[in-house]
């Protein structure tokens, strides 16, 4: 059974900062390309950040949070991170953590993490 259990959301002022973490037990880490995505109220479930499977997997982020947002990975501790500097209240929503093994099948899911960008 694969679990991800996330954290690290809250309620910021917009320029503020979080780090999101998503932990994975019950499998091998390192097989999974791990993404964040996020849904704001009333919209539909976006990719905010991916970054693949292994060692030095490379990196890819929505147009809206580049510059601002850095997705890494921690293979030894079966964690996937995302630094969020600069929020903007566009920024709000619940941030769900995505893991997808390398061999394809099926993806897993975290619970959902609130994130709160106040004006």
């Known amino acids: 059974q694969v679990r991800l259990l996330e954290s690290g959301g809250g309620l910021v002022q917009a320029g503020g900062s979080l780090n999101l973490s998503c932990a994975v037990e019950?499998?091998?880490?390192?097989?999974?390309?791990m993404a964040w995505h996020r849904q704001a109220p009333g919209k539909s479930r976006e990719l905010v950040a991916r970054?693949?499977?292994?060692?030095?997997?490379?990196?890819n982020y929505a147009d809206s949070v580049k510059g601002r947002f850095t997705i890494s990975r921690d293979n030894a501790e079966n964690t996937v991170y995302l630094q969020m500097n600069s929020l903007k209240v566009d920024d709000t929503g619940v941030y769900y953590c995505?893991?997808?093994?390398?061999?394809?099948?099926?993806?897993?899911w975290g619970q959902g993490t609130q994130v709160t960008v106040s004006s």
């Open positions: 019950g499998s091998i880490f390192s097989f999974y390309h």
């Open positions: 995505n893991a997808e093994p390398y061999y394809g099948q099926t993806d897993y």
């Open positions: 970054v693949g499977a292994g060692v030095g997997g490379r990196t």
